[in-house]
């Protein structure tokens, strides 16, 4: 029995020093107030994304980029930025605000606006002209999402062909896809932002999540990315790629001038053309019986009859001088044989 004893105040004995180790050592008893208590971190994917604009953007374009601020609770805002500055004050602007990515939008003559994408401070960096932009407060679309949940990226299956285009796919779900356990952010997905090429552009939608079934609604708000140029740096470096098929607002506006200022040319010479190639009436081929339904019907039925009784009284009369021709010619033949029998 004193065996026994011993065994099971051994047991509880070793229980209790591990739960003595398990559980976690006590704060002390003075601390500092400047050392805060050290916390577990869940948010490890600190991505924080830049979102500005510089000076001479219109209101439709303003509106614009408050709607991808909302849209993405991850952003810091920043003042305009002054035209005199250069894009490289971008990156100190960023390493101020603590951001490692950057969206930046430049206005240009009022009327066209770029839009700017850049992994900071090492590149690379993409240039767009965004086209085609209507904000969530003109669309006026259905479909409705909670602010600052997180969103599926979507993106079309073009985006592996090209290597530009697979670059362009890493730099965008790095910029728009919220961090997982972000403090501003939501922990659920309830809408998709798709991204697809079509005709050398990035057509931008947002749709809320309806059910599982694939049923979505449109949110807005949309744009289309037309790519300009790839930059090797973050807004400086060396050109990776440019977009041959890109064609600048300012020469499409001159190629439409060009064409408005010809057009009355052009009318002109249309109507000299016409009017060289119009059919003349002696080419008019003629139509049996045309003039039977011109002028009065009873007139022209009065006509028709005195010209069927004048074709009869020529008929006649061909036919008598025919019967005269016959007789006059036996009468010559007769008078002949008797000549010849005497």
């Given at each position: 029995?004193?065996?026994?004893?011993?065994?099971?105040?051994?047991?509880?004995?070793?229980?209790?020093?591990?739960?003595?180790?398990?559980?976690?050592?006590?704060?002390?008893?003075?601390?500092?107030?400047?050392?805060?208590i050290?916390?577990?971190?869940?948010?490890?994917?600190?991505?924080?994304?830049?979102?500005?604009?510089?000076?001479?953007?219109?209101?439709?374009?303003?509106h614009?980029?408050?709607?991808?601020?909302?849209?993405?609770?991850?952003h810091?805002p920043?003042s305009?930025?002054?035209?005199?500055k250069?894009?490289?004050?971008?990156?100190?602007?960023?390493?101020m605000?603590?951001?490692?990515?950057?969206?930046?939008f430049?206005?240009?003559?009022?009327?066209?606006?770029?839009m700017?994408?850049?992994?900071?401070p090492?590149?690379?960096?993409?240039?767009?002209?965004?086209?085609?932009?209507?904000?969530?407060?003109?669309?006026?679309?259905?479909?409705?999402?909670?602010?600052?949940?997180?969103?599926?990226?979507?993106?079309?299956?073009?985006?592996?062909n090209?290597?530009?285009?697979?670059?362009?796919?890493?730099?965008?779900?790095?910029?728009?896809?919220?961090?997982?356990?972000?403090?501003?952010?939501?922990?659920?997905?309830?809408?998709?932002?798709?991204?697809?090429i079509?005709?050398?552009?990035?057509?931008?939608?947002?749709?809320?999540?309806?059910?599982?079934?694939?049923?979505?609604?449109?949110?807005?708000?949309?744009?289309?990315?037309?790519?300009?140029?790839?930059?090797?740096?973050?807004?400086?470096?060396?050109?990776l790629?440019?977009?041959?098929?890109?064609?600048?607002?300012?020469?499409?506006?001159?190629?439409?001038?060009?064409?408005?200022?010809n057009?009355?040319?052009?009318?002109?010479?249309?109507?000299?053309?016409?009017?060289?190639?119009?059919?003349?009436?002696?080419?008019?081929?003629?139509?049996?019986?045309?003039?039977?339904?011109?002028?009065?019907?009873?007139?022209?039925?009065?006509?028709?009859?005195?010209?069927?009784e004048?074709?009869?009284?020529?008929?006649k009369?061909?036919?008598?001088?025919?019967?005269?021709?016959?007789?006059?010619?036996?009468?010559?033949?007769?008078?002949?044989?008797?000549?010849?029998?005497?």
């Open positions: 029995m004193t065996k026994l004893m011993k065994k099971t105040v051994k047991r509880k004995h070793t229980a209790l020093e591990e739960v003595a180790e398990k559980s976690p050592e006590p704060l002390p008893a003075v601390r500092n107030s400047e050392e805060p050290q916390k577990k971190r869940k948010w490890t994917n600190k991505q924080r994304v830049l979102v500005f604009a510089s000076r001479g953007i219109n209101h439709r374009d303003r614009l980029m408050e709607d991808i601020k909302k849209m993405m609770p991850h810091k920043e305009k930025m002054e035209r005199s250069t894009l490289s004050v971008v990156n100190e602007l960023c390493e605000k603590n951001c490692n990515k950057a969206i930046m430049e206005g240009r003559k009022k009327q066209d606006l770029y700017w994408l850049s992994n900071v090492n590149g690379p960096s993409a240039k767009f002209l965004v086209e085609n932009v209507s904000t969530m407060a003109e669309l006026k679309l259905t479909g409705n999402c909670l602010r600052g949940s997180r969103p599926l990226l979507s993106f079309d299956k073009n985006f592996q090209e290597p530009q285009y697979s670059l362009l796919k890493e730099l965008l779900t790095q910029i728009f896809g919220v961090p997982k356990h972000h403090p501003k952010s939501q922990p659920f997905f309830d809408h998709v932002y798709t991204f697809t079509l005709d050398h552009r990035i057509w931008f939608r947002n749709f809320q999540i309806l059910s599982e079934d694939g049923a979505v609604a449109e949110i807005g708000p949309r744009f289309v990315l037309n790519p300009v140029k790839i930059f090797s740096g973050s807004f400086s470096g060396q050109a790629w440019e977009n041959p098929h890109y064609l600048s607002p300012a020469r499409y506006r001159h190629q439409v001038r060009l064409q408005a200022k057009k009355y040319l052009d009318r002109v010479q249309q109507k000299t053309n016409a009017e060289i190639n119009k059919p003349d009436g002696s080419t008019k081929p003629k139509i049996p019986l045309e003039d039977i339904f011109k002028g009065d019907p009873v007139e022209k039925a009065e006509e028709l009859n005195k010209e069927q004048l074709e009869k009284t020529k008929e009369k061909m036919a008598k001088k025919k019967k005269v021709l016959k007789k006059g010619g036996t009468k010559v033949l007769v008078s002949k044989a008797k000549k010849v029998k005497k």
